[in-house]
């Protein structure tokens, strides 16, 4: 796979002035479907209309009640941030009204799943479903694809595609359990048709690019498709044959990326999440589909990609310089999206297809865990906005995937800024001692319901469709949004606090730890939480100490993020831990359909890891209920 060496700023720069090398020349064919292009453009200007306009409006209300004085320094930073993470929130906001939109209505120019349902697969779409592993926990990773290897079997796929487990493990007795369950594997589908192979890396360069290009460089060739999966990862064969006939009727496509469910833990933390993602986070993965269409995300699992264009032109190079933001490449997919798209191939995501799940952190420390280093891949690829070439979407998908992590310490910043201005003795959002002016009333009510009315979108969507008993009904509905939402804002001020030391960590080069998280909703003791959440929660009650002694306008500020993370070790230990889950679960709470109705692959691969999948509330509601009808009177 070649790498093309980065340009760099000053490259994309001249390319803009007419001067410097050009672009890549577009590979692939003609598109069959051009009338996506201008209404993605559209779409993109009708959004970045929006957000202008709110903030606009917003930055001058804001301007209008708190007009500049002798804190004039002070107010500029202050309206400035909030103008900026405004837009932020406004930018989630209309996504996830047009992904309402599009699910309400449906969207003619989207690729859709259910258009190719039917059709026919050639003989010759050989697909390799690639699986990269490193140093995970072996029961379960091979539960999950012992399933999607047999739901494949059954869905008629095994003379088309072949299984490649492909290993960076370190760990000698992890290799030796990977081997043996390999062997089994293979054995065991052998009969089928289905080809299972097993590759060691002895040099483990790059990571899970580096794992992928591996594979792409030995095997590729003999195959027009892979499908990726993470470690997590379980596909239906039907999805894996779906996204064989997505590519197959879309030959100008170059990866598409399937929308994934999260499903299969049951701590609390996970749970309030995959109820999240089910409920909520539909809305705007299909709003990014509205806007993006043909030029979309791909997230690096669960998705098809054309293996020829991405050997040609998906080679990653390594960033230039020291320090975090060099190197290797961490967040790679987003990189490999815009590659594919700069050469011609159009990156498609595609939310109605069934079939395809992932697992959620099962608690908050893992979820941090992983997100230091996604924050440092996507501050990474902020360096490569302005390279040659690139379509400005994806420009766009750098600053929003950085912006991500940067919102928290910008967050801070406004918090501290505030505090500053009340000391000073201006009107302060956080005043105790007189009205707050009816304008600023009005611009914190309105964020505070672009931030909630997604969720009242979503549980409206799931009663218009009619699908709340999938959800434990529409009380249990309710109840299960407000609960995740009180949970989610309980979490978020440790959220913020910790993405701003991955940021800080990530621009001065602090070493970053690789280390997959774990797949198992193991015990969370409170000595595991204590070392790296105590000194922030003393340092929240220090601040709130310090307000309440200086003045109580501005602890009242405070508190909404030093209460919180005073209280963050705790709520992390309790959320972390399967008890509150299960018990919530047979309370009928945070249900989602994988729990009222397990589709079979999942149920497969539940009991091949030896997961015990309690009865939901529903059920035994039902059960309740007939008993209750048919007893004798």
């Known amino acids: 796979m070649p790498e093309r060496p980065w340009q760099g700023v000053m490259a994309g720069l001249g390319r803009l002035l007419g001067r410097g090398t050009p672009p890549v020349a577009p590979t692939a064919p ?3 479907r051009p009338g996506w292009q201008p209404a993605a453009a559209r779409r993109r200007q009708a959004l970045l209309a929006l957000v202008l306009l ?105 003379r088309l595609v072949e299984v490649y487990l492909l290993s960076d493990s370190s760990d000698p007795a992890l290799r030796a359990a ?12 052998a009969p089928t048709g289905l080809r299972v192979h097993y590759r060691w890396r002895l040099r483990r360069t790059r990571r899970k690019a580096g794992n992928v290009a591996d594979f792409c460089r030995r095997w590729g060739r003999r195959h027009r498709y892979m499908v990726v999966l993470d470690a997590d990862s379980v596909m239906s064969g039907e999805a894996v044959l779906g996204l064989v ?38 809305l705007f993965g299909a709003g990014m589909q509205y806007w993006q269409l043909g030029e979309s995300h791909y997230w690096g699992h669960n998705a098809i990609i054309r293996i020829a264009p991405f050997m040609a032109h998906c080679g990653l190079a390594a960033l230039p310089g020291r320090g975090g933001l060099a190197g290797s490449i961490l967040s790679h997919d987003f990189v490999e999206a815009a590659l594919m798209r700069r050469a011609g191939w159009s990156v ?24 230091r280093r996604w924050c440092q891949g996507n501050l990474q690829n902020a360096r490569l906005i302005a390279e040659p070439g690139l379509h400005p ?35 302060s959002l956080g005043s105790a001692r007189q009205m707050l002016p009816a304008g600023l009333l009005g611009l914190w009510a309105g964020t505070l319901a672009m931030l909630l009315l997604p969720r009242a979108l979503g549980v409206a969507l799931v009663l218009h469709e009619g699908q709340a008993q999938r959800y434990g009904g529409r009380a249990a509905l309710l109840a299960s949004a407000v609960l995740e939402a009180l949970l989610s804002a309980l979490q978020a001020p440790l959220r913020m606090a910790a993405h701003t030391l991955f940021v800080l960590g990530a621009l001065t080069g602090l070493p970053l730890a690789w280390k997959s998280p774990p797949r198992q909703a193991d015990h969370l003791a409170w000595r595991d939480v204590a070392r790296p959440l105590l000194p922030l929660s003393a340092l929240a009650a220090l601040a709130l100490g310090a307000a309440l002694q200086r003045d109580h306008g501005v602890a009242l500020w405070l508190a909404p993020m030093a209460l919180p993370l005073m209280l963050a070790w705790p709520i992390t230990v309790w959320t972390g831990r399967s008890g509150p889950g299960r018990w919530l679960r047979r309370a009928g709470l945070l249900l989602t ?41």
Do not use: K
Not at 100 to 123: E, F, K, N, P, T
Not at 247 to 276: K, N, W, Y
Not at 398 to 419: C, E, I, K, N, Q
Not at 617 to 633: D, E, I, M, S
């Open 30 to 32: 003609a598109d069959a």
């Open 54 to 158: 709110a903030t606009g409006g917003a930055a001058t209300l804001l301007l209008a009640s708190q007009p500049l004085d002798g804190a004039g320094p002070a107010r500029v930073a202050q309206v400035l941030l909030f103008s900026l993470l405004f837009a932020w929130v406004t930018a989630g906001f209309v996504t996830a009204l047009m992904g309402w939109r599009v699910l309400r209505r449906g969207d003619r120019h989207m690729l859709s799943y259910a258009r190719v349902a039917h059709d026919a697969i050639a003989a010759d779409a050989r697909t390799a479903l690639v699986m990269p592993i490193c140093n995970e926990h072996v029961p379960t990773v091979f539960a999950g694809l012992a399933a999607t290897a047999e739901s494949l079997v059954a869905a008629g796929g095994a």
């Open 178 to 189: 990977e081997l043996h369950a390999w062997a089994t594997l293979r054995d065991r589908y």
């Open 245 to 282: 006939r997505l590519m197959e009727a879309t030959p100008h496509a170059g990866i598409v990326q399937s929308a994934p469910v999260s499903c299969g833990l049951d701590t609390l933390h996970a749970r309030a999440q995959q109820f999240a993602g089910r409920v909520t986070g539909r």
């Open 348 to 371: 498609w995501l595609v939310t109605d297809l069934p079939g395809s799940w992932e697992q959620q952190p099962p608690h908050l420390m893992a979820e941090l865990q992983r997100d």
């Open 393 to 427: 979407v994806h420009r766009a998908m750098f600053a929003t995937g950085a912006m991500a992590y940067l919102s928290a310490p910008l967050w801070l910043a406004f918090v501290g800024v505030g505090v500053m201005l009340w000391l000073h003795g201006g009107l």
């Open 593 to 633: 359909p994988e729990e009222t109705a397990p589709p079979p692959v999942l149920v497969r691969a539940w009991a091949e890891a030896g997961v015990p999948q309690p009865q939901p509330a529903a059920t035994l509601a039902t059960a309740r209920v007939l008993a209750l009808r048919t007893a004798p009177r």
